[in-house]
């Protein structure tokens, strides 16, 4: 019998789901449940904060590694497309790179952030610029940290999120950018708003598959409450999405987003953390199904042949 290697995403979780929580308690309860990854949250009074001093960055970068545990991203709150200056816009990503780069952090979550007009939470919004404009705005600025990035090896991915929550929506932005950006797909926003796995997958996969992209899983009970319950026990495609990710493939990041500062109802992230890591090995197990090979006809306990209660032998192939 022997094992076959099967890659598969890197299962991280956000430190959203762990507000005021501090930096040991989280990192305790990745160790727990046996995860090896963490996107920090980037903003003032969090773990990770635009305003650290270059002895701090260093202290918890530290931290972190001598713990075991990769930082995979920075989730910013920049947006590209915000009315105010391109000089404010800009320089607050430059700083985020910085940042990241300093905490060895390889990718700054970005949103799109257009102002909107009031629309339904099922229906993808309406800007109140006209849409081409917003999205040459943005992908203008994401152009403009290009060589920066580059610099830093530290580039911006931008969420299907708020005025931009389709797959569509965010690839219209990207497909103008010169030079690397990835994406990053929230499984709630396209689905809330019609679009099918498929199609988002179809239509972000450059930017999911190119080493800075990643996928953020969460459930909720939608369309009735947006509060997060526990993976697979909600009305999101949890099952199916995975199902997708195996069929294309994909060995990207794949990110528990727990939204409990948002809704402090919201069970503690640990509990949320144990429920994800099981549906997440129901789908990719540590030890992949085995491929039974064929074996000559000889009788046991004959020369050659299998012992009378001899087990098979396992074989790890790294």
Request: charged share 20%; with cysteine.
């Amino acid at each position: 019998m022997q094992y076959l290697p099967e890659g598969r995403p890197v299962l991280t979780v956000s430190t959203l789901g762990a507000p005021g929580e501090g930096l040991g308690t989280v990192l305790g309860w990745l160790a727990a449940n046996g995860v090896s990854g963490v996107e920090l949250r980037l903003a003032p009074g969090q773990i990770a904060a635009p305003a650290m001093t270059r002895q701090d960055r260093a202290r918890l970068r530290a931290e972190v590694a001598d713990a075991g545990v990769a930082i995979t991203g920075l989730a910013s709150y920049i947006r590209m497309a915000d009315p105010a200056p391109d000089e404010l816009v800009v320089g607050a990503l430059e700083a985020a790179l910085f940042l990241a780069a300093d905490l060895g952090a390889p990718t700054v979550r970005v949103f799109p952030g257009a102002p909107t007009e009031p629309a339904d939470y099922r229906q993808v919004p309406v800007t109140t610029t006209a849409r081409h404009e917003v999205n040459a705005l943005a992908a203008r600025r994401l152009t403009a940290v290009g060589r920066l990035a580059e610099e830093l090896d530290v580039f911006p991915a931008l969420e299907t999120h708020d005025s931009h929550p389709r797959g569509e929506d965010i690839a219209a932005i990207l497909a103008q950018v010169e030079g690397r950006v990835g994406a990053v797909w929230d499984l709630m926003h396209p689905w809330r708003v019609g679009e099918s796995l498929e199609d988002t997958w179809n239509i972000l996969a450059p930017w999911l598959t190119n080493g800075l992209g990643s996928v953020q899983v969460k459930d909720a009970g939608l369309p009735k409450s947006r509060t997060p319950v526990t993976i697979g026990n909600g009305t999101l495609p949890v099952d199916g999405f995975a199902q997708l990710l195996k069929d294309r493939g994909y060995t990207g990041l794949l990110c528990l987003e727990w939204e409990k500062a948002w809704h402090p109802d919201a069970v503690r992230l640990d509990a949320a953390i144990g429920s994800t890591k099981a549906w997440y090995l129901r789908h990719w197990p540590d030890r992949p199904a085995a491929v039974e090979e064929p074996q000559p006809d000889l009788p046991a306990g004959s020369p050659g042949g299998p012992p009378v209660s001899a087990q098979d032998t396992v074989v790890e192939i790294p």
